[in-house]
């Protein structure tokens, strides 16, 4: 157990809808990053938060927004959700910015129908 | 550029030792590590390497960093069915707003008893 969770493990949904996906980081840990794994672009690094400021942008698409709260918890918001959607989002979390170690949470499996 | 490679398939025997590798692109990346993900199952930071170093041992594990050549490796010792894992290499680069991981396709690893 990495000590970082993700909710909801399974999402169902369709198309055009919108979902919000958790994430709680290690206790100490600032810094939340999101992950999009999928078949065809496999693990892909999508933004950072550190301590409730945005630091990095990735391979994030507009419909896609987060953010980290004040108890460091992050939201990941997907809207007008596609089939090209469907993948496993993972969230990492790490006691900085710098090159610390990442760990990362167990993944939400998202299917679009 | 960010690229990462690993090799797709490794099939070893019970008690042999696996060697999974990796090349990377980017000359400027100071840290890599090696994740495993198991089926279903998030990913698992199993050990990292500063740039500055050709080899780092963790139990089992052995990391060659070859600097000239962009090349990574993750031998496992006696490797065990519970080994059979994807895993992935990935890079990060100190300095900067961000420590966002670029990761390999992955190496599937397959023990046979």
């Known amino acids: 157990d990495s000590g970082v969770t993700q909710t909801p493990k399974h999402l169902i949904t369709a198309t055009g809808q919108r979902v919000t996906l958790r994430c709680s980081p290690r206790?100490?840990?600032?810094?939340v990053y999101w992950y999009q794994q999928s078949l065809d672009q496999g693990l892909q690094f999508l933004i950072q938060?550190?301590?409730?400021?945005?630091?990095a942008k990735g391979n994030i698409l507009e419909r896609f927004s987060a953010q980290q709260f004040p108890d460091l918890h992050s939201e990941l918001n997907l809207s007008s959700l596609e089939l090209g959607d469907s993948a496993l989002y993972f969230c990492?979390?790490?006691?900085?910015?710098?090159?610390?170690?990442?760990?990362f949470g167990p993944g939400t499996r998202l299917t679009v129908t | 550029g960010e690229d990462v490679e690993q090799s797709l398939f490794l099939s070893v025997r019970e008690g042999d030792s696996s060697v999974i590798n990796c090349t990377y692109t980017?000359?400027?990346?100071?840290?890599l590590y090696w994740y495993k993900q198991e089926p279903g199952a998030g990913l698992q930071l199993l050990t990292y390497i500063f740039s500055n170093m050709d080899m780092k041992q963790d139990q089992r594990l052995t990391v060659l960093l070859n600097k000239k050549d962009k090349h990574l490796s993750l031998r496992i010792a006696d490797t065990q069915t519970g080994d059979s894992a994807i895993y992935f290499c990935a890079e990060s680069k100190e300095g900067g707003a961000t420590n966002k991981l670029i990761f390999g396709t992955g190496t599937l690893l397959a023990v046979q008893p």
């Open positions: 938060y550190y301590n409730g400021e945005e630091r």
């Open positions: 206790s100490g840990d600032l810094s």
């Open positions: 980017d000359s400027s990346s100071t840290y």
């Open positions: 990492a979390s790490s006691v900085g910015t710098g090159p610390y170690e990442q760990y």
